[in-house]
């Protein structure tokens, strides 16, 4: 049994519709959540930038509290940490014209403790690392 994460919108390594960005309805994606390890508590969602060209790229949404029992985010209770544009929730893509491919990680982390608040990506990498059970990626692109 290995943690997965897939989307019902996109497939890994391709194309975010336009739907789901900045430059659209900018809503989340669908996002499946499948082979949640035991022992879990808590899955957080983190979607990522590093194409970005800020340093460290764009955290484009910090999601906490999800129930382990949860097979997608639309239907589960969660609440929301900062993105990188300063305030909770979904900042859909949107890459500088002309910048190139950009690569939208979407990573589910399986814990074994809750995360306390709503910390920034890095925060919370910092502050739960030894309560990973584990991890697992889906990467939709975008260019403009």
């Not at 879990?40 to 990522?48: G, R, S």
């Not at 999601?63 to 940490?81: C, F, K, M, Q, W």
């Not at 500088?96 to 074994?112: D, N, Q, R």
């Not at 809750?114 to 991890?135: I, K, T």
Request: hydrophobic share 35%; with cysteine.
């Amino acid at each position: 049994m290995t943690l997965m994460i897939r989307s019902t919108d996109f497939s890994d390594g391709e194309p975010i519709p336009e739907r789901f960005t900045a430059d659209g309805e900018n809503v989340p994606p669908f996002l499946l959540i499948e082979d949640v390890p035991p022992g879990a508590v808590e899955l957080a969602v983190i979607c990522h930038d590093p194409d970005a060209p800020d340093p460290g790229g764009f955290t484009h949404w910090t999601v906490y509290g999800l129930a382990p029992s949860a097979t997608n985010i639309a239907d589960a209770g969660y609440r929301e940490g900062p993105n990188d544009a300063g305030r909770p929730g979904w900042y859909g893509p949107k890459p500088p014209i002309g910048h190139g491919t950009h690569h939208y990680a979407f990573t589910v982390y399986a814990l074994s403790r809750p995360v306390d608040g709503e910390p920034s990506r890095d925060e919370f990498l910092r502050s739960n690392v030894d309560a990973m059970l584990g991890q697992a990626t889906v990467v939709g692109t975008c260019s403009r």
